[in-house]
Nanobody, 120 residues
């Protein structure tokens, strides 16, 4: 119904920047909230940032002032600009979207994730 594909991860030194993208495809009637989560080895999945269809954003305290979430509704894409990266930001970053497909039912959809590794 709706597929999410993340890109933009990689290896970066501490203090560096990366920009993640997540594109949605398939039969999309509407996309409501879009979120970025992350999961580090041995840790629980953590909500990093979220954005509503109207552009209201929210961030985890650990990334406030360093990360910026944005979206392009025309492209069904959400972005995560990550600046001043720290080794503790190392994780798989996953995209999540609340979307309505052809059957007009609202569901949550996950991408497969993209690895971000920050070296010290």
């Amino acid at each position: 119904q709706v597929q999410l594909v993340e890109s933009g991860g990689g290896l970066v030194q501490a203090g560096g920047s990366l920009r993640l993208s997540c594109g949605a495809s398939g039969y999309i009637f509407s996309i409501n909230a879009m979120r970025w989560y992350r999961q580090a080895p041995g840790k629980q999945r953590e909500l990093v940032a979220s954005i509503t269809s109207g552009g209201t954003t929210d961030y985890a305290d650990s990334v406030k002032g360093r990360f910026t979430i944005s979206r392009d509704n025309a492209k069904n894409t959400v972005y995560l600009q990550m600046n001043s990266l720290k080794p503790e930001d190392t994780a798989v970053y996953l995209c999540y979207a609340v979307a309505v497909s052809w059957d007009k039912v609202e569901r949550g959809y996950w991408g497969l994730g993209t690895q971000v590794t920050v070296s010290s």
